[in-house]
C-alpha cells in the first residue's frame, strides 16, 4: 500500500450568490441562495514514501484545496483520502502529528515573539523529546542559517527569512510527510535557491516525503522526478516531467540556416514561426510528420548551411497550459 | 494540556507586553470605561431609593458578581471573540487545524486578555463594598457559594462568546445580535431578574442562562424570595447551568470545524 492513496476526491463548496436588482443587499441577507462551486471534481493519485511529488496546475485548479483536504483541514465531499492508513478530517490529530505543513502565504509562527520562542512552543505542542528537538533545530540551524535571526521577532524577519524558519518549524517533529503549499512565493532566485537545496537534502537525507504545490516552473524542475497536472479538479497528467514534455510538447522547432536569404520558404506541414536574415525557425507538429521527413524536405528545395531541431522546454509546456487554462 | 495552555497563553502575554505603554494604558482605559457602568447603576439610586425592591448595595452584589464573571469570560475566551473573527476571514483558522490538539483548546490558549483586568478590579471592588454593606450571614457553605457561582458565570458568558465564535463557520462573521447577550446580558442581569417580565426572565434562565450568574445566589445570600417563586437553593445550581450551556457550545463548535470551508489562496 502506498504512502498516500487519493480516489475519486472531491470537494465543492456552497457559495451565497448574490442577487441584482432593487434592494439586492437586504434580500441577499433575508433569503440567501447558494449554488454549489465544484473545486475539486475527481482526484486521484498515489504517493510512495520517499517520493518528491510537484502538485501542478494553473490558479483555481484546486491544487490548495487538495492540500488542505490532504492535511485534514477541509472535509471532502466525496472520495478517499488515506495517508499512512488514516483517513485525515477523521483522525486529524494522530494524522498532523505525522505531517509538517507549510503555507507560502501565512506563517505558522508566533508573530510578535522571537523566533526561537516559536521553536519550542512546538516542542511542547508536539511533545517532542528535548534531545531530539535540540539536534534537530541544530541542524536545520545550521542548514538554513537561522542563527543569526532567532533572536528577532517573527514580524521583524524578511520574506525569505521568515520562509526559512516557518520550513524548520514544520520540521522539528520529524513528520513523515512535508506539504508545501507555494514554497517560494515571492522570494529572490538567491532564497528561492536556498530553499529548494534544502528541500531536496531533507528529501534525500531524512527520507520525508514532499508534496509540493508551486508556479515557479524551477521548482518543479530542480525538485520534482514526478509531477501530478490537475486543471479544473482533475487530473490530466500524473508522471515524468520529460514524459509531460513529450505529451503535451507536440510543438517542435526545426532551425534552418540557408544558405542564403530567400523571400519565400515553403515546406509542407510546417509553418514558419521566424525569420532572421537566412536563418528560418520551422514550427511542426510530431504528430504530422518527423525532423527527418521535414529535413529531407527542406534539403531537397533549398540549400541548407545548418540546422538544429528546438525541443520545446517545459517551462514553455506548462505555460501553454496554465494559459490555455485545459489541454483537452 | 493544562501546562500547555499556560505556556501559549504566557506567550501572548508576553506578545502583548512587547507593547508595553499601550498595554498599561488599555488596562486603566478598560477599568475606567468599566467603571462608568456602576457608576450609572448608582446614579439611578439616587432618583430611585431601590428598584424591584432592592437596595444600592444589594444590587452591586448583583453587579459585582456578574462583572467579574463576564471579565473571566472576556479574558479567557477572547480566542473566540474578534482575533477569532480574524482567523475566519484570513482564513488562518488552517494552522489551527494542523496541529495535533483540539480546535477549540488551540483556539482558547490563542489569546488571553490581560487589558480586562481592568474590568475584573473594579467589578471586585464593586463586590467588595457591597459585601461590607450587607448583613450576610456568612457560613463555610454560603463562602463557597461566591467563587462556584463566579466561575459558573464565567463559563455560561465563555459558551456565549464559543456560540458567536461558532457561527463564524457559516457566515464568516460573528453577527452582532451576540452582543446582546453577551455585553447586554452583562448589563441587564445587573438589575434583580425580578424586573423583567416573562418571557426575558425564562431566557435568561434556560435559554442563555447568564441569570445564574448571580441572581439565585443573591437570592441565598440576603434570604430575599423571588416575587414569581425562584427557590433559593437554585443558586448551587449554577455549576450544572454552566456545565450543561458549555456543553452545548462545544457540540455546536464541534459541528462548525467540520463545516469549516476554509479561504481560496
Redesign the interface.
Known amino acids: 500500500m502506498s504512502l498516500i492513496e487519493v480516489e475519486n476526491l472531491r470537494k465543492s463548496?456552497s457559495v451565497a450568490v448574490r442577487r441584482g436588482g432593487r434592494f439586492a443587499a437586504l434580500k441577499t441577507l433575508l433569503a440567501r441562495e447558494y449554488r454549489e462551486v465544484s473545486a475539486v471534481a475527481s482526484v486521484s493519485f498515489q504517493v510512495a514514501a520517499g517520493e518528491m511529488v510537484g502538485y501542478i496546475g494553473p490558479n483555481?485548479a484546486g491544487k490548495?484545496t487538495t492540500i488542505?483536504m490532504l492535511?485534514?483541514?477541509?472535509?471532502p465531499s466525496g472520495g478517499r483520502i488515506t495517508i499512512d492508513g488514516r483517513v485525515p478530517?477523521q483522525q486529524?490529530?494522530?494524522h498532523?502529528?505525522r505531517?509538517g505543513?507549510v503555507?507560502g502565504?501565512?506563517t505558522?509562527l508566533?508573530?510578535?515573539?522571537p523566533t526561537i520562542?516559536s521553536f519550542e512552543?512546538l516542542r511542547?505542542?508536539?511533545r517532542i523529546p528535548e534531545r531530539r528537538w535540540r539536534a534537530n533545530l541544530d541542524a536545520f540551524t545550521e542548514l538554513l542559517e537561522l542563527g543569526p535571526f532567532l533572536e528577532t521577532?517573527v514580524r521583524q524577519l524578511s520574506l525569505g527569512q521568515r520562509m526559512r524558519a516557518d520550513l524548520a518549524a514544520a520540521l522539528l517533529h520529524d513528520p513523515a510527510i512535508l506539504f508545501l503549499?507555494?514554497p517560494t512565493i515571492g522570494l529572490d532566485v538567491v532564497a528561492k535557491e536556498r530553499i529548494r537545496q534544502f528541500l531536496a537534502q531533507i528529501n534525500r537525507e531524512r527520507g520525508v516525503t514532499v508534496i509540493l504545490t508551486t508556479h515557479d516552473l524551477e521548482d518543479i524542475a530542480r525538485l520534482c522526478p514526478r509531477v501530478v497536472l490537475i486543471d479544473h479538479g482533475r487530473v490530466i497528467y500524473d508522471g515524468g516531467l520529460e514524459a509531460l514534455r513529450m505529451r503535451f510538447g507536440r510543438q517542435r522547432t526545426l532551425v534552418v540556416d540557408l544558405d542564403q536569404e530567400l523571400n519565400g520558404v515553403h515546406v509542407a506541414n510546417a509553418e514558419i514561426a521566424r525569420r532572421e536574415g537566412p536563418r528560418v525557425w520551422l514550427r511542426f507538429d510530431r504528430e504530422a510528420t518527423t525532423a527527418a521527413a521535414l529535413i529531407a524536405d527542406v534539403a531537397a528545395r533549398y540549400r541548407i548551411r545548418d540546422l538544429t531541431v528546438e525541443e520545446p522546454e517545459i517551462e514553455g509546456v506548462i505555460r501553454d497550459i496554465y494559459q490555455n487554462g485545459s489541454v483537452m | 494540556m493544562v501546562?500547555?495552555y499556560f505556556?501559549?497563553i504566557g506567550?501572548r502575554i508576553?506578545?502583548?507586553m512587547?507593547y508595553k505603554v499601550s498595554f498599561w494604558m488599555d488596562l486603566i482605559g478598560f477599568g475606567l470605561v468599566t467603571g462608568l457602568e456602576f457608576a450609572s447603576v448608582a446614579f439611578l439610586f439616587g432618583h430611585f431609593h431601590a428598584i424591584g425592591g432592592w437596595t444600592l448595595a444589594e444590587v452591586a452584589l448583583l453587579y459585582g458578581l456578574t462583572s467579574i464573571a463576564y471579565s473571566f469570560a472576556e479574558m479567557f475566551g477572547r480566542g473566540f471573540d474578534s482575533p477569532f473573527e480574524r482567523m475566519m476571514q484570513?482564513?488562518?483558522f488552517?494552522?489551527i487545524?494542523?496541529?495535533?490538539?483540539?480546535s477549540f483548546f488551540l483556539v482558547l490558549a490563542s489569546e488571553f486578555q490581560l487589558m480586562r483586568l481592568g474590568r475584573t478590579t473594579q467589578a471586585i471592588l464593586v463586590l467588595g463594598y457591597a459585601l461590607l454593606q450587607l448583613p450576610i450571614v456568612w457560613t463555610p457553605a454560603r463562602l463557597l457559594l461566591l467563587p462556584l457561582t463566579i466561575v459558573a458565570g464565567a463559563a455560561i458568558y465563555t459558551g456565549l462568546i464559543v456560540i458567536g465564535a461558532t457561527i463564524c463557520f457559516w457566515t464568516i462573521k460573528t453577527p452582532e445580535v451576540i452582543n446582546i447577550f453577551t455585553s447586554g446580558g452583562a448589563e441587564a442581569a445587573s438589575y434583580p431578574l425580578s424586573i423583567y417580565n416573562g418571557w426575558i426572565r425564562s431566557t435568561f434562565l434556560f435559554i442563555v442562562p447568564i441569570a445564574f450568574a448571580n441572581y439565585p445566589a443573591a437570592l441565598l445570600l440576603l434570604g430575599r424570595t423571588d416575587p414569581y417563586g425562584l427557590p433559593g437553593w437554585l443558586a448551587w445550581a449554577a455549576p450544572v447551568a454552566g456545565a450543561l450551556f458549555c456543553a452545548a457550545a462545544l457540540g455546536l463548535w464541534r459541528v462548525g470545524v467540520?463545516k469549516?470551508?476554509?479561504v481560496?489562496?
Open positions: 463548496f483555481g490548495s488542505k492535511t485534514g483541514i477541509l472535509v478530517h486529524r490529530v494522530d498532523v502529528r505531517i505543513v503555507f502565504q501565512r505558522q508566533w508573530w510578535d515573539l520562542e512552543l511542547y505542542i508536539y521577532p503549499d507555494e | 501546562s500547555l505556556r501559549l506567550a508576553r506578545a502583548q512587547q484570513q482564513g488562518t488552517d494552522t487545524l494542523i496541529r495535533p490538539l483540539g467540520s469549516y470551508q476554509s481560496g489562496n
